[in-house]
Every structure is written in structure tokens, then in C-alpha cells.
């Protein structure tokens, strides 16, 4: 979707003013950054193509890092 670019200003100060005040970096969240420190546990990597909330691709993507 095209949005106006007023919107995405605001949207990037709702994003700056969220990390200030819970004093994080919302990039830091990302699951991905954080596969490598589950070694040595064995992990299961699972989704459906009707997931909403973790496609195969990104899905993909965390068992890509995974170095197990």
C-alpha cells in the first residue's frame, strides 16, 4: 500500500519515541539476531504457509542462522 509520506514520518517517530521510553532498540528484538545463542539446544524450526505471524521465508530465514 502506498501511504502518504506524513505517514511514514509519524510512524518513524512512534518508533523512536517507543524505543526512548522503554530504553531499547526495537531492531534488537528481531528473533533472528538472537538464534545463534540457542546452541547447543536442539531447535524445531515450524510453520504453514497460512501462518500469519512467522511466514516459511522468515521461518527460513531464523533456520538459516541457526548454526546447529
Known amino acids: ?9 509519524l510512524g518513524d517517530g512512534v518508533v523512536r519515541a517507543t524505543e526512548r521510553r522503554l530504553g531499547l532498540c526495537l531492531d534488537d528484538l528481531a528473533p533472528v539476531n538472537h538464534v545463534p545463542a540457542l546452541l547447543p ?28
Open 41 to 68: 539446544a536442539p531447535v524445531l524450526f515450524l510453520t504453514g504457509t497460512a501462518d500469519a505471524h512467522a511466514s516459511p521465508a522468515d521461518t527460513q530465514r531464523l533456520f538459516d542462522r541457526y548454526p546447529g
Open 1 to 9: 500500500a502506498d501511504f502518504p509520506a506524513w505517514f511514514q514520518q
